[in-house]
């Protein structure tokens, strides 16, 4: 029997009398290549099939991966958590997913495990920013060229970065290339990362980073292709030591009484609505209430009724009031606001002068402001969302969070941003809520998943940390 890699799938051929479809796993019959077909990412699974069956067999996937020397590569010291998280990796089989927060160094851990498994890696990566920055980041601690599929690049190495959409396309002609895949930003498999990619890679070792792991059916998604959560940690775990001590403080704002008479009035349209499809269908999704709510006037009514609402409380008098005294208090920190909506946030750029972070800004102007932000030059940027995730960003000290959903993820994300470590750092997290609205209600949801036994308002003290340790990693995240 002959196992070979074909367009990301296993082509399995020249079978022996008595084999049947138990042995292979229960493949699809190709009739015409006259036959069987498996998952490129069931190879490991196949083999022990076969041997424990003692089916005779040859492989001829992945013969052209590497092996990389443990001498090529320069990887700065790892903390005792990271070393932890490699070594839990390791004991699964090379499996899983390792969860830690923003700022923590998941990729200095990725990069450890690359080193010490010595195999030829494929990494995944959502963005174009993120497909830099571990050009970088590898530049920095591996002496070879380093692949790089998207943002019109394709070149090809045993060690390749990939963004998401560019490995959809290419998994086919080099899912075989590779002993070892990283995911990173791994909580979008199964959605912005398609599984079709996993499913069209043989690589037994998988490695998924994460800060913020799903649950439901992502989180099934992450596991079947990945691995189960082999190690985590959270905010909690590691303040004061591997992330900076920070204050989180919750600060209501209060309406004025023409703002409360219209978010009563919107609110009122919408919830009377929703509570009347919610008893026809207690069931109903969000997503499917407003394809419904589309198709009738009432509907539509509602809906624009709960956008007013949600647009008056993204940002209020009392919001704009209370982030200029927050940013004159904090005039000589690099401070990040992040908004709920791009609107809101070209709103503050507008009226305060604050350098905006979108989706509508081009690359080249996102760099030159991050490096201003880096040098000091600017002290304050706002963003709605292109903050959140997928950017290496500078170290800053505060955080206002001015408005949000009801994510966690994001939340984890937020905070994340201005708990780099420096010694002496005390880092500030302030969050705008809306007295008496559904922002109170999205704010507890936020806190809830933030980081394990971290509260609102709660003081954290100073710890002294490894400041040789963390000037090493100073750059990673």
Not at 138 to 146: D, I, K, Q, Y
Not at 294 to 306: K, L, Y
Request: proline letters at 5%; one cysteine or more.
């Amino acid at each position: 029997m002959r196992i070979r890699f074909d367009r990301g799938t296993l082509v399995i051929d020249r079978c022996e009398p008595g084999v049947d479809r138990t042995h292979l796993l229960d493949a699809t019959w190709d009739r015409d290549l006259c036959a069987w077909r498996l998952p490129a990412e069931r190879l490991s699974e196949l083999r022990g099939r076969l041997s424990a069956n003692g089916v005779r067999h040859s492989d001829e996937t992945g013969h052209t991966q590497a092996t990389l020397a443990r001498e090529s590569w320069s990887i700065p010291p790892l903390r005792d958590y990271q070393r932890a998280a490699v070594q839990a990796w390791r004991d699964a089989g090379d499996r899983g997913v390792i969860v830690l927060p923003t700022g923590a160094g998941k990729t200095i851990v990725a990069l450890a495990a690359m080193a010490e498994l010595g195999v030829s890696t494929l990494i995944l990566v959502p963005t174009r920013v993120l497909l830099d920055q571990w050009t970088r980041f590898l530049g920095m601690c591996w002496a070879h060229p380093v692949g790089r599929l998207g943002d019109g690049q394709r070149a090809f190495a045993p060690i390749t970065i990939a963004t998401y959409s560019s490995a959809v396309t290419w998994a086919p002609r080099i899912g075989d290339n590779f002993g070892l895949v990283v995911v990173d930003e791994a909580h979008h498999v199964g959605a912005w990362c398609p599984r079709e990619i996993l499913e069209m890679l043989v690589a037994p070792s998988r490695l998924g980073l994460t800060a913020t792991p799903p649950d439901g059916v992502a989180a099934s998604a992450l596991a079947r292709h990945l691995g189960p959560t082999v190690f985590q940690c959270g905010i909690g775990d590691l303040t004061g030591t591997a992330l900076a001590p920070y204050t989180h403080e919750t600060i209501g704002i209060k309406l004025t009484p023409d703002e409360r008479t219209a978010y009563r009035s919107t609110r009122g349209v919408f919830s009377t609505f929703y509570a009347r499809a919610r008893r026809e269908n207690p069931n109903m999704q969000w997503r499917q209430f407003v394809y419904e709510a589309q198709r009738t006037d009432d509907g539509r009514e509602a809906v624009a009724a709960w956008r007013a609402s949600r647009a008056l409380v993204a940002y209020p008098d009392g919001k704009r009031t209370k982030l200029r005294e927050l940013l004159a208090r904090h005039a000589e920190d690099r401070t990040l606001v992040f908004t709920a909506d791009n609107a809101t946030a070209y709103a503050i750029s507008r009226e305060l002068l604050v350098p905006p972070i979108t989706c509508d800004i081009r690359r080249k102007e996102r760099t030159e402001l991050l490096k201003r932000f880096a040098s000091g030059d600017c002290n304050v940027l706002v963003s709605a969302q292109v903050l959140d995730e997928g950017f290496d960003l500078p170290d800053a000290d505060v955080a206002i969070v001015v408005g949000g959903t009801s994510s966690q993820r994001r939340q984890v994300q937020r905070i994340g941003r201005v708990l780099r470590p420096r010694p002496g750092k005390h880092a500030l997290v302030y969050e705008l809520v809306v007295e008496d609205t559904a922002e109170v209600r999205h704010s507890l949801e936020r806190s809830a998943g933030s980081a394990r036994g971290v509260a609102l308002r709660r003081h954290q003290p100073e710890i002294v940390r490894q400041d040789a340790l963390v000037s090493s990693q100073e750059g990673w995240s």
